[in-house]
């Protein structure tokens, strides 16, 4: 059987149902402002702060970029007059010959057979009869 609840408890149950709606809507607006790029509420910062960086002079910069070339040619092994990667021999890709390929599946095949006898099992597995 459903209790009676008093009036006091209704009314009590809608103030707290209204104050839950009330804030929900505050947060699907801030939410919705994220969005659509609006500011942002509750003191987020607009723009960070910017960065004081280093300043370099031309010729240090020059003579950092220089240097890292060097490393990289280095990395690469290219001489230091080098000129661009393009100049580089690059050495044929290499190939497996028939006779190779017709060793490893021989061996693969051994390796598996002797594998199935170990476990006891056929070299080919038995034709299931249709029921």
Request: net charge positive.
């Amino acid at each position: 059987m459903p209790k009676k609840l008093s009036d006091e408890i209704v009314r009590a149950a809608i103030d707290g149902f209204t104050a839950q709606k009330a804030h929900l809507n505050q947060r699907i607006a801030e939410l919705r402002e994220m969005l659509n790029g609006g500011p942002a509420k509750h003191g987020a910062a607009s723009e960070p702060a910017p960065r004081k960086g280093r300043k370099f002079s031309a010729a240090a910069l020059r003579r950092m970029r220089e240097a890292q070339r060097l490393r990289w040619a280095k990395i690469r092994g290219e001489s230091k007059s080098a000129g661009p990667a393009t100049t580089r021999e690059t050495k044929p890709k290499r190939r497996i010959s028939p006779e190779g390929l017709q060793r490893i599946i021989a061996a693969t095949k051994k390796r598996w057979r002797l594998q199935r006898a170990a476990n006891g099992k056929s070299a080919k597995p038995a034709k299931r009869k249709a029921a």
